[in-house]
């Protein structure tokens, strides 16, 4: 079935530190790729996302590249900052949204 | 713009208790969802209708009913509430078959404690 694998959590870094945060998916299809991202008390809401291979997505400064070669879409930055504490998800779809189980950042001053 | 807006925020029942969430969007989406959040295990669809008038089970469906009400409103009812219910919902919506299709939006959420 489709699935995402993301790693586990938490990660815990200090500002302007580098952040990557890897994601796997199911090859089964061509499927689009997202990262969501949770900030606290709210819901989730669109980063970035790629539909097809190759494609780069990238929005207040994180990046993720669709590697069908490697069934990835790692996210990542550059340089962290306190406000990009929050919870990453990263997803797939063909037909439905699949959810990886989170990620939750945290950022120290 | 409100964007989908879900209540109540928070709700404590107890065992044997029914309630509903309710979910309305204002962004003429043809597409709802019902998602439940528990900790080390992402988002699980409860339930989806995919257009007004249609309803289809999802991953986690069951101890849940849903109904479309039209086209702005989802509501999700537990019509005997168990500790194991006990989650954060949240509803989400989106105009699937179109360009950007699956670009969800959700709602804030609705924490749900069962006794």
Redesign the interface.
Known sequence: GNSVTQMEGPVTLSEEAFLTINCTYTATGYP?L?W?VQYP??????LL?ATKADDKGSNKGFEATYRKETTSFHLEKGSVQVSDSAVY?CAR?NY??T????TLLTVNP | NAG?TQTPKFQVLKTGQSMTLQCAQDMNHNSMYWYRQDP????R?IY?SASEGTTDK?EVPNGYNVSRLNKREFSLRLESAAPSQTSVY?C?SNNRGQSG?????????SRLTVL
Do not use: D
């Open positions: 689009s997202f969501y008390g709210e819901g989730l809401q669109l996302k998800f779809s439905k949204l959810f990886g189980k989170g | 989908v080390g295990m992402g988002l669809l989806y999802g949240f989400a299709a699956n670009v969800l939006t959700f709602g804030a959420g």
